[in-house]
């Protein structure tokens, strides 16, 4: 009998590492199959923080159709604009032909200085943190 060994991975990145309050921050979702032989079907990818505007998969390399294969990569991304220094866990599921489950997770932290934080108009934050330190 031949044995499966499905695997998933997400690689989850963040255009900026720090941002002022309310600027956006685009986060990249990389997803491949790390598996041996073992294409996965229903693919997801979720974040904990960045809920809504998830756009993707855009699927590079392979076949463009509903499985991940090896030696495919699907990229989603999600744009969010951040008030607080934000923490979030991207996670990637899919099945194999068995439907065994896999997830894979991963973790970017996007930093918003104190002190700048809960502002509404950037000049006006801007001056006030000037003023404070
Ligand atoms: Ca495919």
Same mark, same amino acid.
């Given at each position: 009998? $031949?044995?499966?060994?499905?695997?998933?991975?997400?690689? $989850?990145?963040?255009? $900026?590492? =720090?941002?002022?309050?309310?600027?956006?921050?685009?986060? @990249?979702?990389?997803? @491949? /199959?790390?598996? !041996?032989?073992?294409?996965?079907?229903?693919?997801?990818?979720?974040?904990?923080?960045?809920? !809504? *505007?998830? @756009?993707?998969?855009?699927?590079?390399?392979?076949?463009?159709?509903?499985?991940?294969?090896?030696? =495919?990569?699907?990229?989603? =991304?999600?744009?969010?604009?951040?008030? /607080? !220094?934000?923490?979030?866990?991207?996670?990637?599921?899919?099945?194999? /032909?068995? /439907?065994? =489950?896999?997830?894979?997770?991963? !973790?970017?932290?996007?930093?918003?200085?104190? *002190?700048?934080?809960? *502002?509404?108009?950037?000049?006006?934050?801007?001056?006030?943190?000037?003023?404070?330190?």
């Amino acid at each position: 009998m $031949k044995v499966l060994k499905p695997g998933i991975k997400v690689v $989850k990145t963040a255009n $900026k590492s =720090e941002v002022k309050p309310g600027d956006p921050v685009k986060y @990249t979702f990389v997803v @491949t /199959n790390t598996g !041996t032989d073992a294409p996965l079907k229903d693919v997801s990818l979720a974040d904990d923080k960045c809920t !809504t *505007g998830m @756009t993707g998969p855009v699927k590079t390399g392979g076949n463009q159709d509903a499985l991940l294969e090896k030696g =495919e990569i699907w990229t989603y =991304e999600c744009s969010q604009n951040l008030q /607080n !220094t934000t923490t979030n866990i991207a996670t990637a599921t899919g099945k194999d /032909n068995l /439907n065994t =489950e896999v997830t894979d997770t991963d !973790t970017v932290t996007v930093k918003v200085p104190a *002190g700048h934080q809960g *502002g509404q108009d950037r000049q006006q934050v801007g001056r006030s943190c000037l003023a404070t330190r």
